[in-house]
């Protein structure tokens, strides 16, 4: 079964501060996702890499994908306050079952 | 629809009542999921169907927990003899043959 583990699973940033938020799993993964869920909310989908190397970026957020040190990380540029939510990774295998890591709960404070 | 839908939003249950919970996916979406979020955690793999046949249960809690997809399109979660270790929101989640998850509002069930 696959497992996911996310670090940290809270973090504070100032606005304009960078972080990495970190995503390790346990066996072969065939994509792994991105999800941003606000309180209340469902799950946004942010990203989804599929391939060893690949980086996708939309406006402040960087996902990356090392399949061979099975690693994943989701980068903040100059945090901004509409960031704040929490942040899923997830890890898909066998073609149709995704498992979700516990989240990390990103404040960005003024 | 242009989204996964699913209802009720909320539900309140009193400890030993059955209850049903309903999803209707993005229409043409062959691959259906059933997760259950409990308060400040990530979500948990349930169930999943490919269209009206359900490829793995292996993460439903107990034998309480009953899901069905009979036509390959709405699905519904059905939970029995409620506990209150039942409560947390329960997100239902479509995709088409190709990759992408659309994930519904969720049902939030609170077992009183």
């Known amino acids: 079964e696959l497992k996911v583990e996310q670090n940290p699973l809270f973090l504070s940033m100032q606005e304009g501060k960078n972080y990495t938020i970190y995503c390790n799993y346990s066996?072969?993964?065939?994509?792994l996702y991105w999800y941003r869920q606000d309180p209340g909310k469902s799950l946004e989908s942010l990203f989804v890499?599929?391939?060893?190397?690949a980086v996708k970026q939309e406006g402040r957020l960087m996902a990356s994908l090392d399949t061979k040190a099975r690693l994943s990380t989701l980068h903040i540029t100059a945090a901004v306050h509409d960031l704040s939510a929490t942040y899923f990774c997830?890890?898909?295998?066998?073609?149709?079952?995704?498992?979700f890591g516990a989240g990390t709960r990103l404040t960005v404070k003024p | 629809g242009a989204g996964v839908s699913q209802s009720p939003r909320y539900k309140v249950a009193k400890r030993g009542q059955d209850v049903a919970l309903r999803c209707d996916p993005i229409?043409?979406?062959?691959?259906l999921f059933w997760y259950q979020q409990a308060l400040g955690q990530g979500p948990e793999f349930l169930t999943y169907?490919?269209?009206?046949?359900?490829?793995?249960k292996s993460g439903l809690p107990s034998d309480r927990f009953f899901a069905e997809r009979p036509e390959g399109s709405v699905s519904t979660l059905k939970i029995q003899r409620t506990q209150q270790e039942d409560s947390a929101v329960y997100l239902c989640?479509?995709?088409?043959?190709?990759?992408?998850?659309?994930f519904g509002s969720g049902t939030r069930l609170t077992v009183v």
């Open positions: 989640a479509s995709s088409s043959l190709s990759y992408g998850y659309t």
């Open positions: 066996t072969t993964s065939d994509r």
């Open positions: 890499l599929l391939s060893n190397g």
């Open positions: 997830a890890g898909e295998y066998n073609n149709n079952d995704m498992r």
């Open positions: 229409s043409g979406h062959v691959s």
């Open positions: 169907f490919q269209n009206e046949a359900q490829l793995d």
